[in-house]
């Protein structure tokens, strides 16, 4: 028996490091994110340090030492001795720089905030070769009657240039950071396509598959891609098979209850037989109302539910649907007399005022009130349909299952008491095709269900 294989669509990858790296960064994009992120932090590390270094690293170079003391001397004799404060105010406003004269004749300094300088201070941090243990003897010129001058760099000088260095590696990093944003959201581009396949599959839409980028080379994010597709077209075939096989037995329900249904008509409608007969009809008669609600939510429940609108007046039909049920006198209608006319499927909007009206019926039997019926247009143009009823009403925890399919509130009842759990799956089923919107709340008492249909 032969060894098993790698598994499909991936490659060991051999030879050099180089070679593994290189297949790696092709596809994994586990390994293209570190690589990344550790590019961008080595960039952002250097641009920082030269930055700062830049920013704090200002010194005189060994060639310029000459010229420095040659031109200190130079400003010292300038200003003469006993030094004069007319000729250092001059020498500050031409030149950036700061002086301090202190003696026995004159003190004067061009900054007075600026703190004072011990020269007998030296930097213990610094290394022999470091200008800053030499400053003052660069910077300070002693006259012959006994004045100090000490000469200095403005101040203004040295807050400018930091900064505009220092805004020019932010807006660096800021640019680095945009070339890294923009490739990573590059390389997550398929995650939009994932998030809106997973979509559309979970609103039933499974004709377009989710778009595989780089199809030939797929990295992580494309072999996500395609076992979701997989997933997808499993649950499409699933979701068919099940809709098949109950119209198949739906459809093929119908002619053996047909026949018993004329059978049991047939029988003599003599005493003894009168109530199984009456019980058998109206066994079948449920059996039937059930196949055919079957077949109804099956062809309403498809994404494409084919409808034949006509311009339909709604208080007429209401009207019409009320008028036909058996306790129609028992129904309070309040219907709002200029409500526009809707282009509607006559036989669904008939199906949905049925089973609503059929719902709140069952459950007034022993109500204070009889159920009502309301149809009014809200304030955006839409029109509503309410069925109320004002029976005991359900458990707030069961509301949002109330239009399952086959779902009942209460368990204990009979089938004489109640559906097969269908009516209010229909009628949601309708109202939604139509593209409105169907709630159910706790009228307090009783159930109200409200369908609402968009404006025309």
């Given amino acids: 028996m032969s060894a098993a294989g790698p598994p499909q669509g991936a490659k060991a990858p051999s030879g050099s490091v180089g070679a593994r790296l290189r297949h790696a960064l092709a596809h994994s994009l586990r390994v293209r994110l570190v690589a990344l992120f550790l590019l961008l932090a080595l960039a952002m590390t250097a641009i920082f340090v030269i930055g700062m270094q830049r920013a704090l690293s200002i010194g005189w170079r060994d060639a310029a030492r000459p010229l420095v003391v040659d031109y200190v001397d130079k400003l010292a004799a300038d200003l003469g001795s006993p030094p004069r404060i007319e000729a250092a105010q001059a020498l500050v406003q031409r030149l950036p720089l700061s002086v301090h004269i202190s003696g026995p004749l004159v003190n004067w300094r061009s900054n007075p905030n600026e703190p004072e300088y011990d020269h007998r201070l030296r930097d213990s941090t610094a290394d022999a070769n470091s200008w800053s243990n030499e400053a003052p003897r660069f910077f300070e010129r002693t006259t012959v009657d006994g004045h100090r001058i000490r000469f200095g760099l403005s101040v203004q ?139 109804e939510s099956e062809r309403l429940a498809s994404p494409h539910a084919a409808l034949h609108r006509e311009p339909t007046d709604l208080a007429a039909l209401v009207a019409e649907v009320v008028a036909a049920q058996n306790d129609a006198p028992k129904i309070v209608q309040n219907l709002q007399p200029d409500v526009p006319a809707l282009q509607l499927d006559r036989t669904r909007m008939r199906l949905l005022l049925r089973n609503l009206l059929d719902n709140a019926l069952r459950h007034s039997v022993d109500a204070p009130q009889p159920p009502e019926v309301l149809l009014a247009q809200t304030a955006d143009g839409a029109v509503q349909i309410t069925v109320r009823d004002f029976g005991t009403g359900v458990p707030d925890d069961q509301l949002p299952q109330l239009a399952q399919p086959f779902y009942r509130p209460d368990s204990a009842r009979t089938r004489e008491g109640g559906g097969v759990g269908l009516g209010l799956y229909l009628c949601k089923l309708v109202a939604l095709a139509h593209g409105g919107s169907f709630t159910v709340r706790n009228a307090q008492p009783g159930l109200a269900v409200c369908v609402k249909l968009p404006a025309p």
Avoid: C
């Fill in 157 to 295: 000088a040295w807050h400018d240039r930091p900064r505009f260095i220092g805004w020019i590696t932010l807006g660096l990093l800021l640019v680095l950071t945009a070339v890294a944003y923009s490739r990573v959201r590059r390389m997550l581009r398929p995650l939009d396509d994932i998030r809106a396949g997973a979509l559309r599959f979970g609103a039933g839409d499974f004709t377009q598959a989710i778009a595989l980028r780089h199809a030939p080379h797929p990295d992580e994010l494309g072999e996500l891609a395609t076992t979701i597709n997989t997933m997808g077209g499993d649950i499409h075939q699933m979701l068919e098979a099940k809709r098949t096989l109950l119209l198949a037995i739906s459809h093929e329900l119908r002619s053996p209850l047909t026949r018993a249904r004329l059978n049991t008509e047939l029988l003599p409608e003599t005493p003894e037989v009168q109530p199984s007969r009456a019980a058998l009809l109206r066994d079948l008669g449920q059996m039937r109302d059930l196949v055919t609600d079957l077949l």
